[in-house]
């Protein structure tokens, strides 16, 4: 059974940084690689960055220049470095297929206080 451990969130102040890890375990396969989501209360996942050896790294327009997405392929490892944080970026990140997601883990909740 496939599952997502996500790790490294916490509370930080604005312009702080903060760095994700997910573990997964299981077999997964991805055409179109791993992402990160953010959920926020009472809405739906939002995809925020994703990478793939074919299309490479994707961000949404928000975090485009701040959070930076890597993986390591031996470890099934994948990570989201967040820099300058913002009030906004407020909310519960979990890591899964990108596009199309299956079994979410429990994520990791980042508050950014102002």
């Known amino acids: 059974q496939v599952q997502f451990v996500e790790s490294g969130g916490g509370l930080v102040q604005a312009g702080q940084s903060l760095r994700l890890s997910c573990v997964a375990s299981?077999?997964?396969?991805?055409?179109?690689?791993f992402g990160w989501y953010r959920q926020y209360p009472g809405k739906e996942h939002e995809l925020i960055a994703s990478?793939?050896?074919?299309?490479?790294?994707v961000y949404t327009e928000s975090v485009r220049g701040r959070f930076t997405i890597s993986g390591d392929n031996a470890e099934n490892t994948l990570y989201l470095q967040m820099d300058s944080l913002q009030p906004e970026d407020t909310a519960v990140y979990y890591c899964?297929?990108?596009?199309?997601?299956?079994?979410w883990g429990q994520g990791t909740q980042v508050t950014v206080s102002s």
């Open positions: 899964n297929r990108a596009y199309q997601p299956i079994s």
């Open positions: 299981g077999s997964i396969f991805s055409g179109n690689g």
């Open positions: 990478i793939n050896p074919f299309s490479g790294k």
